[in-house]
């Protein structure tokens, strides 16, 4: 099982540029997240999808916009990249509640 | 504002030994706190996790306590083992709105031979 995917894996821009990551998961989950991790500060939610078709802010959107395509991809999109975005970006996806959420292995990108 | 905040920063401890790491919540509707374990490189995985009408889970060396009333809970890593190293996160969600969870600031174990 692949479990949830994320591409690119590592990636580095220029103010101003802009970026689509792509999260893919292949346990038919209803729910799929973006987090951003930086040091000393946790994980914290960017957006959320409770089900295909739906989409929310999290506790910090600004400077990102997210598109469930469909019920296994959820793609962040960045469009125009500013230093204070660099960080580890991880997707992950939940069935239900009280299930654990999954997470992918993180798209590291540094923004010059 | 920070809703869940955890301590220590980082921890060292000899191999065999207990580790503890505290989180403490301010908002009191969360319903539901989970751990979660990240290796360098990886995303984060679910290790343990608890309701707060139970005062302690324990599964193998890992066991939750929570104080509903101190709004507290702890993390307890019984014989600690090298391949423990990794970072710890609390966190806390309100089930039934999307399961959002909010973490803590992480702790870096390090268990040392």
């Known amino acids: 099982n692949a479990g949830v995917t994320q591409t690119p894996k590592f990636q580095v821009l220029k103010t101003g540029q802009s970026m689509t990551l792509q999260c893919a998961q292949d346990?038919?989950?209803?729910?799929m997240y973006w987090y951003r991790q930086d040091p000393g500060m946790g994980l914290r939610l960017i957006y959320y999808?409770?089900?295909?078709?739906?989409?929310d802010k999290g506790e910090v959107p600004n400077g990102y916009n997210v598109s469930r395509l469909n019920k296994r991809e959820f793609s962040l999109r960045l469009e125009s990249a500013a230093p204070s975005q660099t960080s580890v970006y991880f997707c992950?996806?939940?069935?239900?509640?009280?299930?654990?959420?999954?997470f992918g292995d993180g798209t590291r990108l540094s923004i010059l | 504002q920070q809703q869940v905040k955890q301590s220590p920063q980082s921890l060292i401890v000899q191999k065999g030994g207990i580790s503890i790491i505290n989180c403490a919540y301010e908002n009191t509707a969360f319903d539901y706190f989970p751990w979660y374990q990240q290796f360098p490189g990886k995303g984060p995985a679910l290790l343990i996790a608890i309701r707060p009408d139970v005062s302690e889970k324990k599964e193998g060396r890992f066991t939750i306590s929570f104080n509903k009333s101190a709004k507290q809970f702890s993390l307890h890593i019984m014989d600690s083992q090298p391949g423990d190293s990794a970072t710890y996160f609390c966190a806390a969600t309100v089930l039934g709105t999307a399961s959002k969870l909010t973490f803590g600031t992480g702790t870096r174990l390090q268990v040392t031979l």
């Open positions: 992950a996806s939940l069935l239900q509640d009280y299930q654990p959420q999954h």
């Open positions: 346990m038919n989950h209803n729910s």
């Open positions: 999808s409770a089900s295909e078709g739906t989409t």
